[in-house]
């Protein structure tokens, strides 16, 4: 009625004879806005990340499906659907180990953007529970694109277990022309001292006691411990070495990062360089 009537009289004077308040005349009910297709998409994202996803990496998800939603809004279903990322939790604590008193040069010095493709390839171990003892893996990480081109699990952490990771590389090692990694003694080895003069590979070790100069390694491995080896007991080697398998497959090509500009690392490299030899 006093809709039908504002062109005659004044909302306040309609409201007082009718006797309602103008906020009530204003107050227009509004129909909670239907997410279900929202939900469902977030839920998906969330399962095909591993659970490792947060808010940022889901948005960004989104948006490719032409979906631009805030980081609080998705962290609003997050929670309403119980979605809790790895990352909310505590990590492990880095392990100690020996130091290699060789004399390499530290020929990376923190120079890990920018790098040309195998230009640098920097590695790393950690452990992981294995039936009821302790076992390794070794990554190789290249920088150009974060990318893991060689990986090896075994029960010893040893020179041999780094060089079982670069025989999984899928290209000649004369393409990589650093080898980055710090003073763990494992890296500190006639073995791999012979491989790396065959395929002339330079040698490059972090100063002693700072981590920092193998940041992208350590970051690496806080990923892979978040995402892969967290609360996980692998029966034997042979599951450890066929999920650790399936989960480099899935971190090259479907875990997109942020220092990527939210790409995979093969989507990455497949942007930036015409031709792979």
Known sequence: MIKANTHKYSVSAMCKVLKISRSTYYYEATQKTDESELTAAIIAIFKASRSNYGTRKIKQELAKIDMYISRRRISSIMKQEGLVSTYTTAQFHPQKDTCNEAKAANVVNREFDKQSYRNVVVSDLTYVRVGTSWHYICVLIDLFNREIIGYSAGPHKTAKLVKQAFM????????????????????????????????????SLSHKGYPYD?????ATFKIIKTEFVKDQTFMNLSALKLQLADYVNWFNNHRIHSSLGYLTPVAYRKNNLKKVV
């Open 168 to 203: 999984t590389v899928k290209e000649s090692l004369e393409n990589i022309h650093i080898f980055h990694t710090d003073r763990g003694n494992e890296f500190k080895n006639q073995l791999i001292e012979e491989m790396l003069e065959v395929f002339e590979i330079n040698r």
């Open 214 to 218: 193998n940041a992208v390694a350590e």
